[in-house]
Antibody, heavy 120, light 107 residues
Framework: EVQLVESGGGLVQPGGSLRLSCAAS????????MSWVRQAPGKGLEWVSS????????YYADSVKGRFTISRDNSKSTLYVQMNSLRAEDTALYYC?????????????WGQGTLVTVSS | EIVLTQSPATLSLSPGERATLSCRAS??????LAWYQQRPGQAPRLLIY???NRATGIPARFSGSGSGTDFTLTISSLEPEDFAVYYC?????????FGGGTKVEIK
């Protein structure tokens, strides 16, 4: 069974940092392109960042570029995002999501999310 | 950035009725469009990818159509579990973008 479990969320002050992790199991992690997608309270989905299967390619939304860094460790089947200079508007439920070539690289697997709250 | 506009924002229907949801892209995305369902308190679930292909385990009452800039998700006969929010998403260009969502509610 495919499983993605996010962790690392919490309450942080504006300007602070957090590192989110997403532990994968039940599938070949190294064959999946992975992403972070967030959802502010009561709002829609917002793509944040993606990383290729090897980790050689990374992509970011303009809203987080220069502040967030996505990475992966295929030996540990884990996805990360380092979030710096956090702002109130970064408050959201952060999902990790992934997909493989068999599903056209769409987000066919999702975690349950970890909540990040940026507030003083 | 490709903007996806979903309509209507809310669709009020009864179980057994047909639901037709629209997603319009600000520029062509070819067939690189997907639909997701999100039930309250749950993560999104992939329903349709590449505009018209049902994802694994998705019932046949869900179908997708369209290409270029205009896309449709159709639910042929609404089941109680289908009342949820639906999002379209494109992967034609970076940044990836989602539509604002259509809520299908019980009338």
């Amino acid at each position: 069974e495919v499983q993605l479990v996010e962790s690392g969320g919490g309450l942080v002050q504006p300007g602070g940092s957090l590192r989110l992790s997403c532990a994968a199991s039940g599938f070949t992690f190294s064959s999946y392109a992975m992403s972070w997608v967030r959802q502010a309270p009561g709002k829609g989905l917002e793509w944040v960042s993606s990383i290729t299967v090897s980790g050689g390619g990374t992509y970011y939304a303009d809203s987080v570029k220069g502040r967030f860094t996505i990475s992966r460790d295929n030996s540990k089947s884990t996805l990360y995002v380092q979030m710096n200079s956090l702002r109130a508007e970064d408050t959201a439920l952060y999902y990790c999501a992934g997909g493989s070539s068999s599903s056209g690289w769409w987000f066919d697997s999702w975690g349950q999310g970890t909540l990040v709250t940026v507030s003083s | 950035e490709i903007v996806l506009t979903q309509s209507p924002a809310t669709l009020s229907l009864s179980p057994g009725e047909r639901a037709t949801l629209s997603c319009r892209a600000s520029q062509s995305v070819s067939n690189y469009l997907a639909w997701y369902q999100q039930r309250p308190g749950q993560a999104p679930r992939l329903l349709i990818y590449d505009a018209s292909n049902r994802a694994t385990g998705i019932p046949a009452r869900f179908s997708g159509s369209g290409s270029g800039t205009d896309f449709t998700l159709t639910i042929s006969s609404l089941e109680p579990e289908d009342f949820a929010v639906y999002y379209c998403q494109q992967r034609s260009n970076w940044p990836r973008t989602f539509g604002g969502g259509t809520k299908v509610e019980i009338k």
